[in-house]
């Protein structure tokens, strides 16, 4: 099981709706990340927290924000969006922060937008 | 850009037998090779990883060669078993650049 936990696994929203995605660890892990996952795709990252520093995918529309409450939660807001965002949003987590590759992932909130 | 590119897309293999997925990167600042596995509706998961100052890391069934002159990587797995059906990706990172995924290959083994 991993030690990435992810809230709600499912989730159905229109597009006029405010939800949020939550993820939690307890690894002591160091940086935390949010992706999006389209179907047959890789994983594209959206935000990194490190240090309580956000890094930001200056693609990523403004309609997805980030909010780190403390160094083992991670929260994605979600506002007016849109049926393309529909997807599967992976929360993450590393050791160092020097080394990014080595990731920990949560099993991922499915994301509808209706 | 691709910063890493996977082949194949897809890949069908007998069980018992050897799945070879390959990737190759254009960026010598890349410093941390990883495969992740990811099976239908859940995250990836690490799976094995390299570093550029070895040619070769094994653990299990699972082999990572790495051609660093030729900046290519590769991901074998011996004696496939149908729950090594999933999909595979490789990744690098290091710089300043965080982490990149290839775009990923199918397995699927049969029995």
């Known amino acids: 099981d991993t030690e990435v936990t992810q809230t709600p696994k499912h989730l159905v929203m229109g597009m006029t709706n405010k939800k949020s995605l939550k993820c939690e660890q307890h690894?002591?892990?160091?940086?935390m990340y949010w992706y999006k996952q389209k179907a047959k795709k890789p994983p594209e990252l959206m935000f990194v927290?490190?240090?309580?520093?956000?890094?930001i995918n200056e693609s990523v529309p403004s309609r997805f924000s980030p909010e780190c409450p403390n160094s083992s939660l991670l929260n994605l807001h979600l506002h007016a969006l849109q049926p393309e965002d529909s997807a599967l949003y992976l929360c993450?987590?590393?050791?160092?922060?020097?080394?990014?590759?080595?990731?920990?992932f949560g099993e991922g909130s499915r994301l509808t937008v209706l | 850009q691709q910063q890493v590119k996977q082949s194949p897309q897809s890949l069908i293999v007998q069980k018992g037998g050897i799945s070879i997925i390959n990737c190759a990167y254009e960026?010598?600042?890349?410093?941390?090779f990883p495969w992740y596995q990811q099976f239908p509706g859940k995250g990836p998961a690490l799976l094995i990883a390299i570093r550029p100052d070895v040619s070769e890391k094994k653990e299990g069934r699972f082999t990572i060669s790495f051609n660093k002159s030729a900046k290519q990587f590769s991901l074998h797995i011996m004696d496939s078993q149908p729950g090594d059906s999933a999909t595979y990706f490789c990744a690098a990172s290091g710089g300043n650049t965080p982490l990149v995924f290839g775009k990923g290959t199918r397995l699927s083994v049969i029995a």
């Open positions: 690894m002591g892990h160091r940086a």
């Open positions: 993450a987590s590393s050791p160092e922060v020097r080394n990014t590759g080595e990731l920990f």
């Open positions: 960026n010598t600042a890349f410093d941390y």
């Open positions: 927290y490190s240090y309580e520093k956000l890094s």
